[in-house]
Nanobody
Framework: VQLQASGGGLVQAGDSLKVSCVTS????????VGWFRQAPGKDREFVAC???????TYYADSVKGRFTISRDARNTVGLQMNSLKPEDTAVYYC???????????????WGQGTQVTVSS
């Protein structure tokens, strides 16, 4: 399984941005694709995840109501980010694994990151 994240950029506070994760290889229907982020000097933190088969979703409290995770019918998981704040600035990573949870070590495969910068 390989994952390719893209779509990051520089935006202003209050703007919207969508990052995407294209998966290749076999994502088992029971698996989950998640987004994590890591800001400079901080630990990697969970953002959101979606179960591949049911499209059930789970969000971190910090992004609930502002971010939406979704998947298309083929192999792409998107993260729509609205009302962005400077504290959302981070490298965003997508990952895939068997567990539907927020724990990074539960995810077996990781993509490279995409930088999201929100200016105030």
């Amino acid at each position: 399984v390989q994952l390719q994240a893209s779509g990051g950029g520089l935006v202003q506070a209050g703007d919207s941005l969508k990052v995407s994760c294209v998966t290749s290889g076999r994502i088992l229907s029971s698996w989950t694709v998640g987004w994590f982020r890591q800001a400079p000097g901080k630990d990697r933190e969970f953002v959101a995840c979606i179960r591949w088969s049911s499209s059930s979703t789970y969000y971190a409290d910090s992004v609930k109501g502002r971010f939406t995770i979704s998947r298309d019918a083929r192999n792409t998981v998107g993260l729509q980010m609205n009302s962005l704040k400077p504290e959302d600035t981070a490298v965003y990573y997508c990952a895939a694994g068997p567990a539907f949870d927020s724990v990074a070590r539960s995810y077996k495969y990781w993509g490279q990151g995409t930088q999201v910068t929100v200016s105030s």
